[in-house]
């Protein structure tokens, strides 16, 4: 077990936005650290993850240039 001191303002935000998800302080740091502990150990916005939706199609830098204007229109 961890003991963890706050200032007064901290303390009594952390009171505040206990109460409003009513639950006890203590278990909302507990939900607050996993939720943060989460996005640490997940993969960032994977950027290759989306990589296939262009597998098997012709496309190149002119086709989305056309495409982008071509929808700009009215």
Known sequence: MT???????TAALLAEMAEQEHI???QLVKDLIKRHSETLTAPENDFFAYAGIWQGRNIDQE???T????????
Request: proline content about 10%.
């Open 3 to 9: 003991t963890v001191e706050f200032d007064n303002e």
């Open 24 to 26: 006890e302080p203590e």
């Open 63 to 65: 086709t989305i240039r």
């Open 67 to 74: 495409d982008a204007w071509r929808q700009g229109q009215p």
